[in-house]
């Protein structure tokens, strides 16, 4: 039996942040101007070691996830994270494991990630345009590195990636159209997202955000576009083929068409914090009562517990809520 929260939403998927480092600064999610960037981040033993994650994966596995996400900060950055990826794709129940990277190290891993298991991959990728992709990535790498470390992955037999482009108005919607031509035809996704209030250091301003249905009519305009029929529930993008076959398109919503009434990810932050919800402000610490000795039975019944009680649904309250709500870091929570 599925666990459900309030609104009858199954626990289905997992986002572990492995890390809360990263490579880039990129300004919707870790601005160099924020404390954080200026380099405080989580000293090793804060961080969840490979076993209690590996413990963790095995407590959701048993209540009904399949499904884990790998995400950061930047998780090629963490130390063994070959070694972690093959400790999770062993768990009994995870048949789906996932990873979000900025591709800048894939080329390093991408190999051996594959023979340890790792199922699929999203890249985040803002412009192919090299002057606005260094002002969303706080002056830090390259198109060509992520570039290379798409080709990389496909080197290494990943297929159907999935490209995630932050879109912010007068920053790189100007660019949009490029970055959408250059991989119809690839096999990827181009998954074109709503800029987000997460965290509380990004400047977030609703007058930057570009809604999906502009975005999706001038895609329209030039290369027609029909729904993809078949979507899974829970999945954040809602998807668009292009009529002359040259792939599929994506639009994650969050702003202007929210898809809360089936969220089923729980998310797990790099020391060990249980969030419902990206939007979240209070978690609960899990690192501390594994370290307390707490076996995966009674863990078992903590998150069954969370989970049951679980009511979030930010993405539709907001224009309701008081500005400034307080969130989580992005760079904490992994997205
Ligand atoms: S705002 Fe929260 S509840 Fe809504 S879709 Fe996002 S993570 Fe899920």
């Not at 076996?295 to 517990?305: L, P, Q, S």
Request: some cysteine; overall charge neutral.
């Amino acid at each position: 039996m599925p666990v459900t929260d309030t609104l009858t939403r199954p626990l289905k998927d997992l986002r572990i942040s492995v890390l809360d480092r990263c490579n880039l600064r990129c300004t919707y999610c870790m601005p160099e101007e924020s404390l954080h960037a200026r380099g405080v981040f989580l000293r090793p033993h804060y961080l969840l070691s490979d076993g209690e994650i590996e413990l963790l994966v095995r407590v959701f596995a048993g209540l009904g996830v399949h499904k884990v996400r790998l995400t950061g900060g930047e998780p090629l950055l963490r130390p063994g994270f070959v070694e972690l990826v093959s400790r999770i794709s062993a768990i009994e129940g995870i048949t789906d494991l996932a990873l979000t990277s900025n591709a800048i190290l894939l080329p390093r891993h991408a190999e051996a990630l594959k023979k340890a298991g790792l199922g699929r991959i999203t890249v985040s990728l803002d412009s192919l345009d090299e002057s606005v992709f260094r002002i969303m990535a706080g002056d830090r790498g390259s198109v060509k590195e992520v570039l290379d470390g798409i080709e990389a992955a496909e080197l290494a037999g990943f297929k159907h990636l999935k490209i995630n482009t932050v879109v912010q108005r007068n920053i790189n919607d100007h660019t949009i159209m490029d970055l959408v031509a250059h991989f119809r035809h690839s096999g990827h996704t181009v998954r074109l997202i709503e800029f987000m209030d997460v965290g509380n250091v990004n400047n977030w301003n609703r007058e930057l955000v570009l809604p999906s249905a502009d975005l999706l009519k001038t895609i329209h305009d030039r290369w027609p576009l029909h729904p993809v029929a078949e979507q899974p529930v829970g999945e954040t993008a809602r998807r668009y083929a292009f009529n002359d076959g040259a792939g599929q398109i994506g639009f994650i919503s969050s702003i202007t068409e929210p898809f809360c009434g089936d969220c089923s990810r729980a998310r797990i932050t790099a020391d060990g914090v249980f969030y419902s919800c990206l939007f979240s402000a209070k978690g609960t610490v899990l690192r501390d009562r594994i370290r307390d000795g707490l076996g995966a039975d009674e863990m078992t019944e903590v998150i069954r517990e969370l989970w049951t009680r679980r009511a979030d649904r930010y993405s539709e309250l907001r224009s309701h809520l008081p500005r400034h709500q307080q969130h989580v870091e992005m760079y904490r929570m992994g997205g």
